[in-house]
């Protein structure tokens, strides 16, 4: 089974800021993860994924994410906030195969303040 | 590519009301997946469907829920009867092989 725990359920940053986002995540076998962003009432948009490769993954909008095993973690990073960042993110993980579904974390809601 | 689309977008009904909700796939997708959004609850996996057949239907609450999915274009979740803690708002995604899944906007319920 696969499970995922984000840290902190409200981060706030000033623009300009590094942005953080935690995620640990519990798997039996390899894992392929993801991160997801929601705007306000909009649907889930993916930011990035890891499948197999390249530890290091970068993604839309200027984030990227680090895949490592030895923590269990793919934390969310993008070394410069801007306010329309402001979303709620969302954490995946998924275990390989086509018949696999996605479980995803309980969400961060990113604030970006002046 | 016109992305997943859902309808409709927004719902109100009353109490007891048969509600179905609609989604289209991407084309070319073999697995759709139903999802529920709630601020209590976030956001929970209801049922997934690949190659048109059911694989997890473990969190589709009760038997007022079903869902359906005739053929590779189309599925429908259906709530009857509904009752005001249905209200939630209701994804619908789909998959390709490469394992991205790609949401639709959602349908927004609201059960009075």
């Known amino acids: 089974a696969q499970s995922v725990t984000q840290l902190g359920s409200h981060v706030s940053v000033s623009e300009g800021a590094l942005v953080l986002l935690r995620c640990n995540y519990s798997?039996?076998?390899?894992?392929?993860l993801f991160w997801y962003v929601q705007y306000p009432n909009q649907g889930l948009q993916l930011l990035l994924k890891y499948t197999t490769g390249a530890t290091l993954v970068k993604g839309i909008n200027g984030f990227e994410a680090e895949f490592k095993k030895s923590e269990t973690s793919f934390h969310l990073t993008k070394p410069s906030a801007h306010m329309s960042d402001a979303a709620e993110y969302f954490c995946a993980v998924m275990r390989a195969g086509t018949a696999s579904k996605l479980t995803f974390g309980t969400g961060t809601r990113l604030q970006v303040t002046l | 590519d016109a992305g997943v689309i859902q309808s409709p977008r927004h719902e109100v009904t009353e109490m007891g009301q048969e509600v179905t909700l609609r989604c289209k796939p991407i084309s070319g997708h073999n697995s759709l997946f139903w999802y529920r959004q709630t601020m209590m609850r976030g956001l929970e996996l209801l049922i997934y469907f690949n190659n048109n057949v059911p694989i997890d239907d473990s969190g589709m609450p009760e038997d007022r829920f079903s869902a359906k999915m005739p053929n590779a274009s189309f599925s429908t979740l259906k709530i009857q009867p509904s009752e005001p803690r249905d209200s939630a708002v209701y994804f619908c995604?789909?998959?390709?092989?490469?394992?991205?899944?790609?949401f639709g906007p959602g349908t927004r319920l609201t059960v009075l």
């Open positions: 798997s039996s076998v390899p894992p392929y």
């Open positions: 995604a789909s998959r390709a092989e490469d394992n991205e899944q790609f």
